[in-house]
């Protein structure tokens, strides 16, 4: 179990989510209240569970883009903006 100060934690917020998350309980001091405990709600999942909605993504078909694939995204949002306003 790793001990870190408030400091720590304020300026590494997304480092240390992620080590709870992978299963470490973290405790956090501060120097006007007590020590707290940080730990995960849940059992960690594997890396494999973590990547299963983008494998299932990636299987999935694909429909063809909308948009003109000559055209600049300038061009393309010049002429969205032209229908939206000329009805």
Request: glycine share 4%.
């Amino acid at each position: 179990m790793k001990t870190i100060g408030a400091k720590e934690l304020r300026l590494h917020l997304d480092k240390v989510f992620d080590r709870v998350l992978d299963g470490e309980d973290i405790i956090v001091n501060h120097r006007f209240k007590g020590p707290v405990k940080i730990s995960a709600v849940h059992p960690p999942t594997k890396n494999t569970d973590k990547l299963a909605g983008l494998r299932a993504f990636d299987a999935a078909p694909k429909s063809p883009s909308p948009f003109d694939k000559t055209k600049s995204l300038k061009e393309l949002y010049r002429e969205s903006i032209a229908k939206k306003y000329t009805k």
